[in-house]
């Protein structure tokens, strides 16, 4: 039986994570209705991604009888009031990242998710990259020693972009890009919490972040080192040195399609889109959709590549990382 979806939002994002659904077997996943504010918005969502069901709130999008899971798409200021919403209606949640705004709202989603016993998981698309899940396989067989530095760069100008700017409107670059340089240092070292973490950086006008360099000491003198910024093009790559090898993303590490493995390059190329997509590498975005799946198929009420222990971390260091920048939301004055 099919998996059924309700995507909420019809915005850009949820428009590449249909598209990235189609590149699936139709027999495992169904978008079977769509919810926006306006009802015409997602008419126009429903009749470009042939789904049979649109609606005008996102409360009869909770209230459908039909869908299994939803796909939540509204930016990160209404995560917390939509994943309650649809996980007290008994359903399941891929929440698109960060889980929150901070790490009160994070741990107030992961009740919500207890209390209700429905799966929830934050859609940090890049852990289910096949490049990944084969970094992670190398990490774990040792292939190069222990990892003793992780490097990491995001950079991209996006200083037009309203909700990147817009306090409001959750603005600022780590919880919008930096975070995936964080991510993949929490991934790399086994979801170990660091011992310091020293962040040093400049603000836009607005009081969000705007470009920040972090440095993570872990135990047994292991580092991590990361820079993000929304205003200038950084090389966007990684690389995890071990004391036997380097293991290097180079390029798109939010995204990756190519692992360097001590010099040695494999390719992991991704499906072609039906309909031209938003964001870089989209279609990607099918292997958080198929782990949600297979975590549903086994009874599963979390991911173990992305469980909610990895979403709180997360949330309690992008907390330490604005404090020392300087950055603070409504949110946290609640």
């Known amino acids: 039986m099919a998996t059924r979806w309700g995507i909420c939002s019809a915005g850009r994002?949820?428009?590449?994570?249909?598209?990235?659904?189609?590149t699936l077997p139709a027999k495992d996943h169904q978008v079977v209705a769509v919810a926006a504010?306006?009802?015409?918005?997602?008419?126009?969502?429903?009749?470009?991604?042939?789904?049979?069901?649109?609606?005008?709130?996102?409360?009869?999008?909770?209230?459908?009888?039909?869908v299994d899971v939803v796909?939540?798409?509204?930016?990160?200021?209404?995560?917390?009031?939509?994943?309650?919403?649809?996980?007290?209606?008994?359903?399941?949640?891929?929440?698109?990242k960060p889980l929150a705004m901070n790490t009160k709202e994070v741990k107030e989603i992961l009740d919500s998710a207890k209390r209700n016993d429905v799966f929830l998981m934050e859609a940090i698309w890049t852990r289910f990259f096949p490049a990944s899940v084969e970094l992670r396989r190398l990490l774990a067989e040792g292939e190069v020693g222990e990892v003793k530095m992780v490097r990491s760069e995001f950079g991209v100008p996006l200083l037009h972009v309203p909700r990147l700017v817009q306090k409001e409107l959750g603005g600022g670059a780590l919880l919008s890009i930096g975070m995936y340089c964080?991510?993949?240092?929490?991934?790399?070292?086994?979801?170990?919490?660091?011992?310091?973490?020293?962040?040093?950086?400049?603000?836009?006008?607005?009081g969000v972040d705007e470009t920040v360099v972090?440095?993570?000491?872990?135990?047994?003198?292991?580092?991590?080192?990361?820079?993000?910024s929304s205003s200038i093009q950084l090389p966007n790559d990684a690389i995890i040195v071990g004391t036997k090898g380097t293991v290097q993303v180079p390029a798109r590490m939010w995204c990756p399609t190519s692992l360097v493995v001590n010099g040695k390059e494999t390719q992991f190329p991704l499906p072609e889109p039906s309909l031209p997509l938003n964001f870089n590498n989209g279609t990607g975005m099918r292997y958080e959709a198929e782990e949600v799946r297979q975590c549903l198929l086994k009874g599963l009420k979390e991911s173990v590549a992305m469980s909610h222990a990895d979403s709180l971390l997360l949330a309690e260091l992008e907390?330490?990382?604005?404090?020392?920048?300087g950055v603070e939301y409504t949110q946290d004055c609640q």
Not at 319 to 325: A, F, G, M
């Open 13 to 22: 994002i949820s428009h590449d994570f249909a598209v990235a659904l189609k």
């Open 37 to 66: 504010r306006k009802l015409e918005d997602a008419q126009e969502f429903a009749r470009k991604h042939s789904i049979p069901r649109a609606h005008g709130s996102y409360e009869q999008l909770a209230a459908d009888p039909d």
């Open 71 to 96: 796909y939540n798409g509204v930016i990160h200021p209404y995560h917390l009031k939509t994943c309650l919403l649809f996980m007290n209606a008994k359903k399941h949640v891929l929440c698109e």
């Open 182 to 206: 964080l991510q993949l240092v929490c991934m790399v070292y086994g979801g170990e919490k660091p011992e310091s973490i020293h962040a040093s950086g400049v603000r836009l006008d607005t």
């Open 214 to 228: 972090v440095t993570l000491r872990f135990s047994r003198n292991r580092m991590a080192v990361f820079t993000y």
């Open 319 to 325: 907390d330490e990382i604005r404090r020392q920048v």
